[in-house]
């Protein structure tokens, strides 16, 4: 049973095609979606493999990175002597790939990655990142499952608000996203529920600074007030409608035409939607006397704390999730939520 649980955001740098297999409707490869809202989501196994590939294949080749786990350091990196730790680690984390009665279970779970914000065209102010209570309110029970109560969503907007000082007005009360106007309320001042929403979503979505120069203060500053929660069957039509559809082809080299059969569409989840999965950890699914070496046992901490710990520094930034990967797609910014400091 898992013990503790850590929401980790996915935020998309690029479009995003996590798959579920050919079609015979109007798209040849549409992504995955839930069964009962049409939403787009990434299956939890999908999110484990590219999350574990990560882990396993380790993309920054700096032997100075070390992970501190309780009292252990190691490092992903074969030129260390820690390393061979550091793959038992990762065998007994996310499992072995291998079935059968002699194996065990993984200690790390995920569920499936829930979209949160999805990115819109605007007529004003380039695009927006839209919601709608039926998410927003299921965000706010996810995050009860997380033992930090500083994780709590401020109360919840009602549909067709947006922040008191949006940048995506036309005129009066009217906004356009794609080729849709909208009649949105503005908040009145800045202790509104959806100024508090996206001032409170702005300081948890983003990775923190690391330096003066902060690559995502534009990121910042933009959802503060672009944010629009919209009501949910209008929502639901975006998330269906308004994904990227792209037509892919080969070429036949020998008379450059379009070979037979290569001509298809596949769809995206588009740049700057990000979703979000809960990490869920459990002590190690092993006999005391096979993990007895693990970093995961020390006397005085849970093994399930040890195991997050590991999953929280050995994550990387930016992850490849999806299909595409040759050209360019599915390119991940990872941030696991923490309270503010």
Known sequence: ???????????????LHA?????????????????????????????????REAFEKPRDTSASKILQVGKEQITPFKQDPSHKKYEDSVLLTFGPEESGNDNYAGALGFTDARLLLFSVKSMKGVFAWITCPKVLQRFATD??????????????????????????????????????????????????????LAEWLSNHL?????????????????????????????????????????????????????????????????????????????PIFRKDEDKKDSIFVQNGTHEETLVMQFFEQGLPEVIQLGGDATIGKGIIRTHIMKKES
């Open 19 to 51: 798959g579920s297999g050919s079609e015979l409707g109007v798209v040849d490869l549409p992504i995955q979606r839930e069964r009962h809202t049409d939403f787009p989501k990434i299956e939890s196994s999908s999110l484990k493999g590219g999350i």
């Open 143 to 196: 995050l009860t499952l997380c033992e930090d109560s500083a994780l709590t969503v401020p109360p919840l907007p009602e549909a067709e608000t947006v922040p008191y000082n949006c940048s995506l007005f036309v005129k009066d009360d009217k906004i356009v996203l794609e080729e849709y106007t909208f009649s949105i309320t503005k908040d009145e001042m800045d202790q509104g529920n959806c100024s508090k």
């Open 1 to 15: 049973m898992f013990k503790l649980a850590k929401p980790v955001f996915l935020i998309c740098e690029t479009p």
């Open 206 to 282: 983003f990775p923190a600074a690391k330096a003066d120069n902060d690559p995502y203060t534009y990121w910042r500053e933009k959802l503060k007030i672009d944010l629009v929660v919209l009501k949910d069957d209008d929502f639901r039509d975006f998330v269906t409608l308004s994904t990227e559809v792209v037509t892919r082809i080969r070429i036949e080299p020998a008379t450059g035409t379009v070979a037979k059969g290569a001509l298809f569409t596949e769809e995206f989840l588009p740049s700057e939607s990000v979703m979000y999965s809960l990490v869920l950890a459990s």
